[in-house]
């Protein structure tokens, strides 16, 4: 079993930063990919950004060049580092890791907001 808890939420005013984190903790070898899904409210949950275990990286477009996804394997962390952040990042953000199965996070809100 994989338990996934994230961290780093909170409300931060646009063009603020924030850093997410996900440390992962249960028995298991090793983890495939990692990614940060959002879900606004009344919209669908949407992939945010992902990084493979080789570190290649995937970003959505409305996040390219702000947002940077990374990961600490000796850890078991994944991380977003958010900056420039805007109203419409305002979300609960989730983290999505594959270790032969996906495992999710609880969440965590960010909220945008002056």
């Known amino acids: 079993q994989v338990q996934l808890v994230e961290s780093g939420g909170g409300l931060v005013s646009p063009g603020g930063s924030l850093r997410l984190s996900c440390a992962a903790s249960?028995?298991?070898?090793?983890?495939?990919?990692m990614a940060w899904y959002r879900q606004a409210p009344g919209k669908q949950r949407e992939l945010v950004a992902s990084?493979?275990?080789?570190?290649?990286?995937n970003y959505a477009d409305s996040v390219k060049g702000r947002f940077t996804i990374s990961r600490d394997n000796a850890k078991k962390t994944a991380y977003l580092q958010m900056n420039s952040l805007k109203y419409e990042d305002t979300a609960v953000y989730h983290c999505?890791?594959?270790?032969?199965?996906?495992?999710w996070g609880q969440g965590t809100q960010v909220t945008v907001s002056s």
């Open positions: 999505l890791m594959t270790v032969g199965n996906e495992y």
């Open positions: 990084i493979s275990s080789r570190g290649s990286t």
């Open positions: 249960g028995s298991f070898f090793s983890i495939s990919d």
